[in-house]
């Protein structure tokens, strides 16, 4: 097979045509895929049709162990514990979900764990008339175009991440949660600059769960973390999805991070699933953060 990819920006992303995600693949056909997604940094499956639950998991797993949310088990399907749920779908008591906010700031999937993903597919299942859109952005490029300066000032750097730092308009949501999150999850630093496993190529690490850099203050480390923040944000550097029912995105999380906007209406209902793909250890505890 000769993979169909059509680009989806200049910066990232790329659309794989006529590829059936619950089709049997050989092991040639998958290493394209597997390549086209290291040189991408994401890519879009258009579905045609819906799939189920085991084939969506079936061919996450091509891409490595599955994460089971140990770290999110409000998430989490009851069913599948390798599926995420994404979805502002009330739970069955009535109650609001859980996931509703999920993902409404700049990361990179599980930065917070000493296990941050190799990489996660989001399947979109319900999707509002319109926005609920992703953005993701490319961080190699991030840190390519930074001055030689900045790349020597944030060498040695490690950024501290917290979980359970969601907020929608200023409104936290979830003191309870938080709380939870935090017992669960305690704060982890990760080195500012990555270098990718299999690329080799050094990728900025940071968004908007990091709240200070290990070793400094957040007086000192916020107005740099707010410029790496921008600069890897820049419109050069993102693709903005406008997701259709059944498409599917993967994305690599160590050299891209996204963003959920909550630019639609949400009386609409929004429902996404993600499984989660475990990358390699990285970053150490630190106590007292
Ligand atoms: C996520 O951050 O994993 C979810 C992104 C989305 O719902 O668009």
């Not at 003191?175 to 990718?196: C, D, F, I, S, Y």
């Not at 070793?215 to 480390?221: I, L, Q, V, Y």
């Not at 550097?237 to 259709?244: G, P």
């Not at 599917?248 to 009386?267: K, P």
């Amino acid at each position: 097979m000769t993979l169909e990819l059509r680009k989806l920006s200049y910066s990232l992303g790329a659309e794989v045509c006529d590829v059936d995600v619950a089709s049997p693949m050989s092991e040639a056909q998958f290493g394209e895929i597997y390549q086209a997604f290291l040189d991408n940094g994401i890519l879009l499956f258009r579905g045609d049709r819906e799939i189920t639950r085991e084939q969506h998991i079936d061919f996450s797993r091509r891409f490595g162990e599955l994460d089971r949310h140990d770290a999110l088990p409000r998430d989490r399907h009851p069913d599948y514990p390798e599926i995420l749920l994404v979805t502002n779908e009330p739970k069955p008591d009535g109650s609001p979900s859980d996931s509703r906010y999920t993902g409404r700031q700049w990361h990179s999937d599980m930065s917070f764990t000493l296990v941050p993903s190799l990489g996660s597919l989001l399947r979109g299942i319900t999707i509002p008339e319109v926005g609920g859109d992703t953005v993701f952005a490319n961080m190699y490029l991030a840190y390519e175009t930074l001055s030689d300066g900045m790349k020597n000032m944030i060498r040695d750097l490690h950024g501290i991440q917290l979980s359970g730092t969601r907020k929608v308009n200023n409104v936290e949501s979830g003191t309870q949660r938080r709380e939870e999150q935090k017992k669960l999850n305690p704060p982890v630093a990760q080195p500012v600059v990555r270098v990718h496993p299999e690329t080799g190529r050094k990728a900025l690490y940071l968004g908007d769960k990091v709240k200070r850099f290990d070793g400094m203050t957040e007086s000192e480390s916020k107005p740099i973390i707010k410029y790496l923040n921008e600069h890897a944000t820049r419109f050069e550097f993102i693709y903005r999805h406008q997701w259709r029912k059944n498409d599917i995105i993967v994305w690599d999380n160590r050299c891209t991070m996204h963003l959920a906007l909550g630019d639609f209406d949400e009386t609409q209902r929004r429902h996404m699933e993600r499984t989660t793909v475990l990358g390699t250890p990285s970053g150490y505890v630190v106590e007292n953060a």
